[in-house]
Each structure stands twice: as C-alpha cells, then as structure tokens.
C-alpha cells in the first residue's frame, strides 16, 4: 500500500502544476459539473426532491482517475463556480453551499485515492482486480464522504431527515452515481487513442438497447407488462460490454441508467409501478445489480482480447525465430508420447507436414540407424542425470533419401518434483557446414593435383637432368672401357657422379609422392629451413621458364610443428601466386623474395613478397576466398586451400600490398613443443 | 684434339656429365653454366659445334641461338630440352638445328648427334668473316 502510494505523493510532492492543455480541462470539469447537477435534478423523483443519484461528485472523480495527482486542483478549482452557480439558484445558504462543495469534492479525492494506491493500472477498467479496486474505491468515498455530507446538513439545520436515514440514502445515491457515470467518462478518456472498433456492429447493439428502452422503460404501455421485462435491455448489455470492452459497458449502462432513472421519476416504464421512494430504490438495486457485473465482465472480455493478441504476437515472434535460426524443433510430451513439430520442421527435410505426422511417432524413425546410439545417448543420460540440457549430432534421413547432418540442442522441462514431463529439441542442419569442409578437403587434394600438373613440367625437367646426366655418365664410362684407356679414379669419379643424380632423382620422386598422396594430415616436427629449400627447389625451375628469380633468406629457425605437405603445398600456392602476379611485368623486376624467422608469437613467421601489380583496392578481404581471382586463368583455388591449410596447421595467413610494387603473402606456424 | 664443341648447359652435374662423354668421344668439349657466361668467354668463335640447353637462367637457348647468329656464328648447333613441347619444337624448326635433343638423352646419341653434324661441315671452325 505505502509501495502503491509512492507515486501519488511524489506526483503531489512535485506540487501544483498547470500543465498542458489546462484551459481544456477546466472548461471541461465546470461545463460537466454544471451539466452534471442539472442532470442530478432533472433525474429527482417528483414531486419528492428525491435524487437517486447526483452525477457533479463523478465527474470530479472520473477526471481525477484520468489526471495525474498534480492536476487535480486544477478539477477542484474549476468545479467551484460551476458548483456555485447550479446550487445558488436553489436558494440555499452560501454556507450549506459550500460544504457541500467540500463534501463533494473529499468524495471524490478519496475514490481517486484508493484507486491510485490499490493498483498501478492507468486504465482499471481494462482488468478485472482494477474493477474491484474502483468498486471498493466507490464505496469507500461514497461512505466516508457521506458522514461528512450528513454531518453539514445536521449542522447547517437543513432538512429534518434524521442523520442516518440521510446518510444511507447518500451512500447508495453516491455509489450509484459513481457507477453510472465514472466508467462511461473515464474509459473513453483513457482509450482515446484506441479507435472504437466495428462500427456497424456498435451502431446495431446500441441501435437495439435504445430501442429495448425505449419500449420498455418509456412507453406507457410497458407499465402494464410482466415486471420481469426489466431483464430486455440485459442482452444488449452484456453484448455491448463483452464485444466493446470498457468504454462499450460504461456508455450502455449509463444510457440504460439514464433512461431508467428518468422514466421511473416520471412514473413511466417497468420501474414505475409503485411509490417514488419504492420505485427509486428498485432503480438503485437494479443499476447496482448490473453495473459490476458489466465492468466485470467488459475488462475480462478485454483482459481475454489483449491475451490472445500477445499470444499471436508471441507465436509470431516464435515463427520468425524459428524460421530465422532455419532451427527445426519438436516437443515430446514424454506422459503421452504426442510429437509436435515446428511449422516447417519436417518441411525442411522434404517430408509433407500430414504424412509425416502420421508416419513417425518418433524421432527414431528418421535417425540414420548407425547414428542411433549417439543420437539417444546423451539424452537418455540427462534424463536419467536429472539434467535439463543435451547436444547430441546425427544424421536425419530427408524424404529423398539422403541424410543430412544436424545438431541437436534439447531441453527437458521438469515438475516441480523434477519427474521430466516433456522435451524440447532443436535440430541445426549442419548439412552445409560438413559438405562445405569434405569440398574444402576435395579442393585441397584438387588443388595439389592442379599444382601437380603446374609442376609436371618442372618436375620433367628437374628429373630429366639427373636422368640425362646418368646416361652420358655411363655411356662415357663406357666407351673408356672400350679405349681401354679408363684408370680406376677415371670410372670412381663417373660412380660417383651417377650415384649423386640417382640419389637427386629419388628425392625428386619422393616429393611427387608426397604431394599426390591421398593422405590424412601428419603433425611433426618439422625444419622450414629445409621443407622451404625443397619447395624452392620444386618451383625454381618453373621461375627459370617464367623469368622470375627467386631469392630466399632464411634466418636460424626453431623446429615448427605442422603437416610437411600442407606446409609445402602452402608455400608452393604461394611461390605460384606471386609469379602470376608478376606475369606482366618487365623480366628484370620479376624478383619473388622467401623469408622466414622467428614470429613476435614464438613460431615462424614465412614470407612471399612478389614485385608484381599488388592486389586490387576493396578486394583484400576476399582474397582468400574460394574461386575468387583476379587471373584470366586462374582458378581461384590457390590462396583459399593456403589458408585453409594455414589455419588447419594453426597458423594465420594474411596478405598486404607492398609500399613500393606488388604485394606480401605472411603466414605462421606455431613452434614445436 | 679434337674439333671444339660448346656446351651451354645450367645443371652442373649433366654438364659435366656431357663434356666427359664428348672428351672420351675424341672431342674437345667446353661448358658453359649460362647463355651469358658463354658470350662473355669470347670462345663462341672457337667452336665447331654448339650444343645449348633451352631452358637456361636470363638468356634462354633459343635466344642465345639468335645472338650467335647475328655475331656470325654459322655451325651447326643442337638444342636439348626436357620440356618437348610442341611451342618448343616450333619455335626450334624455325631456327633448323642440326638436331633437336629432348631429355633425357644418352651420351652415345649425344655423341651421335654432335658427330652428324660434324660430318657436314668442312674442318675449319665455321665462322663468317665480317
């Protein structure tokens, strides 16, 4: 309560205010007050100077509710002429006046009190404990402002009334006054905004409810009918405050209030039968009787509406996530074994929505037999663990046939006993991820036999020399023997020169090997001194052909650890880079520099500077990226399997345009041990 | 001795290889590790025959054949290759060698080769006169 009550007295704490629009609102309070008592005494029971229930007091209180606390002198001030005028034309002592006008106004501070600390709702309409905080709130200020109200009469030696019959009078005169008229002003203040929603169907209630009043509260004729008619108008009641919420039951009840109250003064209608004191009260019982129930039942109608509308927000919401994380998600109902899967679930692996739904029970069904086990494991665990969360990966069979890879994320929701009621998973297809490296892996063992055939014909070459030198190396030996001339240091000399190509053309054929093997990466320990030797070695007779020189400075290194052919094939992509760059440029630039030394980060650090046109601005970031290149020839294989290599071997690649011309090509490899 | 042959040849090893096959043959073999360290050498007039490496660091066979041409060189020379493809062959008939060698070759057919192109040529080194 002290909590609720905070934001009133700060609001009153900040002190009086005049804000904007106040000329609007203190039009508005004089004018409804005004209109509001010579409404309270056309509506008294003649010829008595009965009023069954006198509106100026709901007024105020109906534009407190809707004013911040800081505004409401603003109400006070503005209804004190317009209460001067209406009761001075009476002939009622000033005194009396006035005390009624504190009366009126205390009741009106209290109903507006207990609603502002009770509840937090701007609109208690709109919900059904914001009903009951403005009912009691009614009663509440009807109550106490009465004994006050009484008390002045008394006081003033107006009436003759003895006190307490006057102050039950007031108190039910109050209430119903509140109830009739403060919802029906307040709900349209509070909705403006909110268009009022199906005209047509609006036009046709209230169009029907004037008409059952009408017949039956204003004709004659009615008077003579079954008491039980009264019950007419209550159709149209209770369709007009469950269809049009708040503002539809408070402008219904305050016609049909309206309506009654003057027929029933006038002696006219259902409630008109008997003596006005009797008439008056059968008014009162019956506008008590409906009018809660209508509020009641406008702000559950509406509370009703506004669920269902964040429910639908919510499965929106819950579609787009679905279909933006492309997850596919089922729920288990592990007490009675129903499956549910989201929208596009099984869309998504090609299965028709109905046929699926009837085919698989379970997900078992669609699980790739082999991955059966992996699949249930580590959910079985969790449920039996008492855990809640599990990740499981598998392969689901697609209606074609086919399986795709998916990662599955579950939940097990547990009672408050923590006996698991049900599951949630959520499939990831990571179809895409895994094809995307087997294709990585097949363009790198592409890429090696690309460059294989890059290097056939160096590799020719660089065989064909030992070869070559072999057989002139025997034939001379040879023809020695046949001169008969050949001394022993003559043919040692020549054995040695063939041993020395045999074992150059060995080692040729060892690298081809290793290069086209089909192979599974092999961490060693590893020289770069000698593995970058031998690569240049392999390429330098393609830089002979293609004009380009190739100078390598290579410092004391530590041993690295890595794949011997992902690191050749690294540099080789590399060396064959740079001298594509330096394709178009004069024979005398075309200088590829290889260097290697110790990386700030501990490994080695090797790099390929070419003299060539350097890349292209904007195109850095996609250099590595398969099929991306800037050659007329070229694949765009070469620097993608580079990096993909690279960082298999928990390296960095990176590239930057030199100062002068052309670009370097940096890579890492991490120190051994 | 025999008549001098030249050989430019940048694998040290064949090129030994080469001139060892020549100097048991009867001849008086020369190498040369580049097109460059030949000319510089000023022995180009001395040959009777040249056989040249096509693929050679800086100034490649075909290349060096032309230069020598145009100096007056007018023996017979031999191209040798290991890469026997057609844009190499083309770009040898055109310059109608004596013969063209693809690698690897033995010595006996280098030898043979050398001793062809001898034979039609008269005994003096085939020089033109200015």
Known sequence: MTRALAPLLVAVSQGPRLGPGWQRIALFVFAAYYLGARLGLTLTFAPHPLSVLWPPNAVLFAAMLVLPAGRWWLVVVAALPAHLISELQGGIPLTMVLCWYVSNVGEALIGACVVRAATAEANPFATVRGVLVFLGACACAAVMSSFLDCAFVVLNSWGQTPYWTMWLSRVIANITADLVFVPAIAAWILARGTPFPRRDEAALVFGGLALAMLIVFNTALATDWPAAQVCVPVPFLLWAAFRFGPRGAGTAFAMVALAIIWSAGHGVGALASRSPVENAHSVQLYLLCIGPTLLFLAASADQLRRGVESLGVSEKRFQLVLEATREVVYERDLASGALWWSRDGLAHFGYSRTGALRDFTSLADLVHPEDLPRATAAREAALADGRTLWEAEYRVRRANGTYAHVHEKGFIVRDSQGRATSMIGALTDTSEHQDTEELAQRLAQASRLTAMGELAASIAHEINQPISAILNNVDAAQALMETGRATDDDMREILDAIREDDLRASEIVGHIRGLANKRTTQVETLDLNALARAVIRLALPTARRRGVMIQSNCATLPPVRGDRIHLQQVLLNLLFNGMDAMRDVPVEDRVLSVAAEVSGAGGVEVTVRDRGHGIPDGQMPRIFDSFFTTKPDGMGLGLSIAHTLVTANGGRIWAQNNPDSGATFHFTVPAAG | ?130
């Not at chain 2, 693929?55 to 017979?76: K, M, N, V, Y």
């Open chain 2, 1 to 130: 001795m025999g008549r001098r042959i030249v050989v430019v040849e940048d694998d040290a090893s064949l090129g030994r290889a080469m001139e060892r096959v020549l100097r048991v043959g009867g001849l008086d073999p020369r190498v040369f590790g580049s097109a460059e360290l030949l000319l510089e050498s000023g022995e180009a007039s001395s040959a009777c025959c040249m056989v040249l490496d096509v693929q050679l660091p800086g100034l490649d066979g075909f290349a060096l054949h032309d230069r020598l041409r145009e100096t007056g060189f007018t023996g017979p020379i031999i191209f040798a290759t290991a890469f026997d493809d057609r844009e190499a062959r083309t770009a040898a008939e055109q310059r109608s060698p004596a013969a063209f060698m693809s690698k690897p070759f033995t010595g006996l057919s280098l030898l043979a080769a050398v001793r062809e192109a001898l034979s039609r040529m008269p005994a003096d080194p085939p020089f033109r006169l200015a």
